[in-house]
């Protein structure tokens, strides 16, 4: 153990004294912030996760009566609404199932603090969308050339 020469103020260390003590989660968010965006993506994904059980709980319903119906009648007219309905739950739940990886890469993108970037053009994506759909990938401009 060799000591320092002791010769100086002692003030050698601290040459960078304007280094962020904490990494920022994202440009121009502050952790308040982040913090709120985490909890609105968090609370939308637990909403998303009972409407996925719910969807799924309706659609296992819907098969099952199917199968009553079959068994009685093939021509019963009840067929095509119960096709259309399974076909509609089936489109709601892949819509849902979309909407919670959404919010998944939102909740990395936040941890990484790439949150709140455009996917597609790398601007910042405006804070009135992201309050509206906390999970946005793109830009309004983008979505909207997108489809
Ligand atoms: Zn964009």
Redesign the pocket.
Known sequence: MTGPSGDGPGGARGSSQRGPARPQPGDGLSPGQAAEIHEALDAERAETLARITALRHEFDGIVDSTALVATDDEHDPEGATIAFERAQLAALLEAAQDHLGDLDEALARLREGRYGT?E????P?GAGRLAARPAAR??I??ASRQR
């Open positions: 455009c597609n053009c790398g601007r994506i793109t830009c401009a983008c």
